[in-house]
């Protein structure tokens, strides 16, 4: 299986401020890797795939980037409303596999 | 627009059984493979399993072979997940999810999910 290691497991962060996640597989997984907001009690909802590509309608401060084996999910504004945990996921193999998360907190 | 409803879910003692539905609308289901996940309280997203359009092909997460089956039925826009043999660490809420590939394949819509709860 491929192991997902997200860090760091959660951070604190202010508004208007510049935050990176980083993702690191076990092997290499070309571009197969999508990051993943939750928010409690809300349905998931992918924000990018392919390892840089956006979904429609993400916002445009958020960006992905990476290939291989580490990647990272940046936000170049922190907004309220990123509050939330984020996930990697690799979408390569059988079985799929997330990172253990991220939990984004604004002071 | 684009909607999938998770439904079934409830408390089961352990040992029990629950058959777990998606309802999906505003596509075209059965030109797409789909997907369940599923995150245990105060814990990360897990994927359970992944069945194709037709129904022919399914996959599993190795822990979960044999007490879980995925099924779909296309002309109900409806997917499933039987869940037997249920234990405690087998709580949580369960999304479904709608895979779309793109040179790269993503999960493009989930569901809100549905909660199962295993205890006596």
């Known amino acids: 299986d491929i192991q997902m290691t997200q860090s760091p497991s959660s951070l604190s962060a202010s508004v208007g401020d510049r935050v990176t996640i980083t993702c690191r597989a076990s092997q290499g997984i070309s571009n197969y890797l999508a990051w993943v907001q939750h928010k409690p009690g809300k349905a998931p909802k992918t924000l990018v795939y392919?390892?840089?590509t956006l979904q429609s309608g993400v916002p445009s401060r958020l960006s992905g980037s990476g290939s291989g084996t580490d990647f990272t999910l940046t936000i170049s504004s922190l907004q309220p409303e990123d509050s939330a945990t984020y996930y990697c996921?690799?979408?390569?193999?059988?079985?799929?596999?997330f990172g253990g998360g991220t939990k984004v907190e604004i002071k | 627009e684009v909607q999938l409803v998770e439904s079934g879910g409830e408390l089961v003692q352990p040992g029990g059984s629950l058959r777990l539905s998606c309802a999906a609308s505003?596509?075209?289901?059965?030109?797409?493979?789909m997907h369940w996940v599923r995150q245990a309280p105060g814990k990360g997203l897990v994927w359970v399993s992944r069945i194709n359009t037709d129904g022919g092909s399914t996959n599993y997460a190795d822990s979960l072979r044999g007490r879980f089956t995925i099924s779909r039925d296309n002309a109900k826009n409806t997917l499933y997940l039987q869940v037997n043999s249920l234990r405690a660490e087998d709580t949580g809420v369960y999304f479904c999810?709608?895979?779309?590939?793109?040179?790269?394949?993503?999960?493009?819509?989930w569901g809100q999910g549905t909660l199962v709860t295993v205890s006596s």
């Open positions: 999810a709608r895979e779309r590939c793109r040179g790269s394949c993503s999960f493009d819509y």
């Open positions: 505003g596509f075209t289901f059965n030109n797409y493979w």
């Open positions: 996921q690799q979408h390569l193999s059988y079985p799929l596999t």
């Open positions: 392919g390892a840089t």
